[in-house]
């Protein structure tokens, strides 16, 4: 049984550590707060300038001045900074904060992303993936295995504009989870299967290599 939205967003969080500071992209990541383990404290930095996004709010705390980069309305946790957005880029691209959880439309097996446009679509609110992948330490992606007509998304070559060279540590599909030890130099490893997701499924639905321990 692959995993769902909440499923991926839950193993991502796995992955945050007590006073990491930390960015999160539109659509699954966000999801991720929901998941943060007890007694783990993590600073969420969304780059449109705020640093301290708490969860979503309730229908009766929405303020609709207070958004993350994705236009999506969030609150602020107590202690929380707001900056203008050169500043919170300077944030990013001083190596200050520690980890990036992005959507991606496909993963090369060599690590290069591309997650900003599709050639001949509207892209609307283009955000700033492209800093964030040369600035942040870690990189982790979330998204489906396959596109919306079957095609595998983690494929031997990115087709689409990238978005940054060899940039990815790990990715967390709703099939399985790929690792790599040192950005650059080593192929990524399946490290986790999805429930009832067979390694010959994923190998059908995969076209990139990775290796297998």
């Known amino acids: 049984m692959a995993w769902t939205r909440h499923d991926i967003a839950a193993r991502a969080a796995r992955e945050l550590r007590d006073g990491d500071y930390v960015n999160l992209g539109i659509g699954v990541p966000t999801l991720v707060p ?16 705020m640093l301290g996004v708490g969860p979503f709010p309730l229908e009766d705390e929405v303020d609709a001045d207070l958004i993350n980069a994705g236009k999506q309305t969030v609150t602020a946790l107590p202690g929380a900074s707001f900056v203008n957005s050169a500043e919170s880029f300077a944030m990013i691209r001083g190596g200050h904060v520690d980890l990036s959880i992005l959507g991606a439309l496909e993963v090369a097996q060599n690590g290069d992303l591309a997650n900003w446009t599709v050639p001949g679509k509207m892209v609307k609110g283009m955000g700033g993936a492209m800093d964030l992948v ?64 067979s390694l010959d499924e994923l190998r059908s639905k995969t076209e990139a290599a990775f290796t297998v321990d």
């Open 34 to 49: 929901n998941y943060l383990a007890e007694g783990i404290e993590v600073t969420f930095q969304s780059e449109n300038g």
């Open 134 to 197: 040369a600035g942040v330490a870690r990189i982790i992606v979330l998204m489906d295995h396959v596109s919306k007509v079957g095609e595998p998304k983690f494929r031997a070559a990115c087709s689409l504009p990238l978005t940054g060279a060899n940039v990815v540590d790990m990715i967390i599909t709703d099939l399985a989870v790929f690792e790599r030890r040192v950005r650059g130099s080593s192929p990524f490893r399946l490290t986790e299967l999805a429930p009832d997701v």
